[in-house]
């Protein structure tokens, strides 16, 4: 995927309202540009939380369902269609959880294609590298650990970040700074604890 292609897709799509009055009006076609420009985006959000690529992608599946299922109860302009669709994926990996009633250890995350050049060597610290993130980000609180996850991972700007917390910019830019701090001395700390 190009740059181009890349920063398309986190800009809102300009005519997003006129899709989903079409797709709420029955129109399929709407609904399929919709899952076009954000599958992607939910995919990752919920790849984090689940750290399977095929979970992740039965789970996306069923949030791009569900939201079909759903959409009589969408009230555009009460909050971005994005964040609705978050709200879906978020209680569908509770759901996933909920129902499994399991923990996937980093230990067991599947690198799906490795390219053949990667050395078993390096699989390994970047797993290593997966999990001391993974326990890092669980000291942060929870406003912390959603704004780096919606800033990093999901690649939201401060501005839609705000609206999606209905937080104002100047405390988001205030607790990214807090988050990424706390973020650093707890790497280092695990690093001390390591070398120790």
């Known amino acids: 995927m190009d740059s181009n292609s890349t920063n398309q897709s986190k800009q809102p799509l300009p005519d997003e309202r006129q899709l989903v009055h079409q797709a709420k009006a029955g129109n399929s076609e709407a609904f399929g540009v919709l899952y076009d420009a954000y599958v992607e985006r939910i995919f990752r959000f919920v790849f ?22 759903k959409l009589g109860n969408y009230r555009i302009g ?5 964040a609705w669709l978050y709200t879906i994926a978020r209680n569908a990996v509770i759901d996933h959880y909920r129902t499994r009633k399991e ?3 980093l230990d067991d995350v599947a690198f799906s294609q490795p390219d053949h050049a990667e050395s078993s060597d390096y699989r390994i610290d970047l ?8 326990v890092a980000m669980q000291t942060l609180t929870d406003d912390q650990r959603r704004i780096l996850l919606l800033k990093f991972i999901e690649g939201m700007s401060t501005d839609q970040i705000a609206q999606y917390l209905g937080k104002s910019e100047g405390a988001i830019r205030a607790l990214q700074m807090r988050a990424l701090q706390a973020l650093a001395k707890r790497l280092e700390e695990q690093k001390e604890y390591e070398r120790a």
């Open 103 to 105: 923990s996937v250890a």
């Open 78 to 82: 009460t909050t971005p269609f994005l």
């Open 48 to 69: 984090f939380r689940v750290a399977d690529e095929q979970t992740a992608e039965d789970i996306t599946a069923q949030v791009f369902l569900r939201a079909w299922e």
């Open 127 to 134: 797993a290593a590298e997966v999990q001391s993130l993974s």
